[in-house]
């Protein structure tokens, strides 16, 4: 371990503490609907902030929906892909996304961030623990701002900093926590299922539509 004077702290011989522009290669969001699109056509899905959870999963209840041309419309500037991490850029800060497989029916709006990792200096896995770490979101969170929603804008993320090992470590890491996040998203589908299961099924037991036997 070695002195760091800009932390403050101690960390890892060969780690560095970096600007958040170094460690990642875009920043994006989707976009409002405005004079481009209505809501509530089709049935593809439109993310907002109010989608991302703290437990870093995505939560589709509620969601207003879109149609195809809309979807390719806000495609076209938020240009989400697998690996590419979603930020909700209102508070509170921390909620976070990592998208595991091309999306095809859904997007997002322009409250919600896509980040795109910078391959040559980390892994998707290892920014997407920092941007839910306590420390990261503490310190996004003293640099918020706006009046009736606090939040942070992309100068303000690509500015504050980051703790980086070097390249093989994070990699090393990412081969680790890959399965975790795996099981995390098998765990979300089958309790997404689970609960469309229960309000099925409520509605007809409490009319007499169907009963529990013995």
Not at 7 to 27: D, Q
């Amino acid at each position: 371990m070695v002195w760091n004077e800009q932390l403050k702290m101690e960390i890892p011989f060969s780690w560095i503490c970096s600007k958040m522009e170094n460690a990642i290669e875009a920043v994006r969001t989707g976009l409002n609907p405005r004079n481009n699109f209505q809501l509530g056509n089709g049935n593809i899905q439109y993310i907002t902030v109010k989608n991302l959870c703290l437990n870093g999963s995505l939560d589709f209840s509620g969601c207003d929906t879109i149609d195809e041309q809309a979807r390719q419309i806000v495609h076209r500037r938020s240009d989400i892909q697998r690996d590419d991490i979603l930020f909700a850029s209102i508070a509170p800060l921390g909620r976070c996304y990592l998208i595991q497989e091309n999306p095809t029916n859904w997007d997002i709006n322009e409250s919600v961030f896509s980040i795109r990792y910078n391959s040559s200096v980390l892994t998707a896995e290892y920014l997407y623990m920092n941007l839910q770490s306590e420390t990261f979101v503490k310190r996004a969170t003293a640099c918020s701002t706006g009046s009736i929603f606090k939040g942070i804008r992309i100068n303000s993320l690509m500015d504050s900093e980051i703790i980086l090992p070097p390249l093989s470590v994070t990699k090393e890491f990412s081969k680790e926590i890959k399965p975790l996040f795996a099981l995390q998203k098998e765990l979300d589908r089958e309790t997404h299922t689970l609960i469309q299961l229960r309000d099925w099924l409520l509605p007809m037991l409490m009319n007499g539509q169907a009963t529990i036997s013995d």
